[in-house]
């Protein structure tokens, strides 16, 4: 079974940057979008960003689309999410997901990817 492993995640000040990582296990893995989600405490699964697999199409939920920047490397079958000016408020669990059925707009929501990878900490200083 294809797993998705994070990485990436750590501590950081506020203005700085990162990037964090999700990376297929399995060589042939067919996807039809990449998602990035994250997660706050006590808050609600929210979608960031999403690139479709093979056409690099990105999308982004509007406060955030001047800061991160999703991209993807298929020979390396995996996808990376860029944070620029870190916020506190940026603060979550970011989780990658994958939507493998056949899907012919970009889901926005939790339910529209079928495998999720376990997730990394960012975690932002004020």
């Excluded at 950081?12 to 893995?29: D, E, H, I, N, P």
């Excluded at 997901?97 to 056949?102: C, E, K, L």
């Amino acid at each position: 079974q294809v797993q998705l492993v994070e990485s990436g995640g750590g501590l950081v000040q506020a203005g700085g940057s990162l990037r964090v990582s999700c990376a297929a296990s399995k060589r042939t893995f067919s996807t039809y979008f990449m998602g990035w989600f994250r997660q706050a405490p006590g808050k609600e699964r929210e979608f960031v960003a999403a690139i479709n697999w093979s056409g690099g199409r990105p999308y982004y939920v509007d406060s955030v689309k001047d800061r991160f920047t999703i991209s993807r490397d298929n020979a390396k079958n995996t996808v990376y999410l860029q944070i620029n000016s870190l916020k506190p408020e940026d603060t979550a669990v970011y989780y990658c997901a994958a939507r493998t059925i056949s899907a012919t707009t970009i889901p926005t929501t939790p339910r529209g990817y079928d495998l999720w990878g376990q997730g990394t900490q960012v975690t932002v200083s004020s």
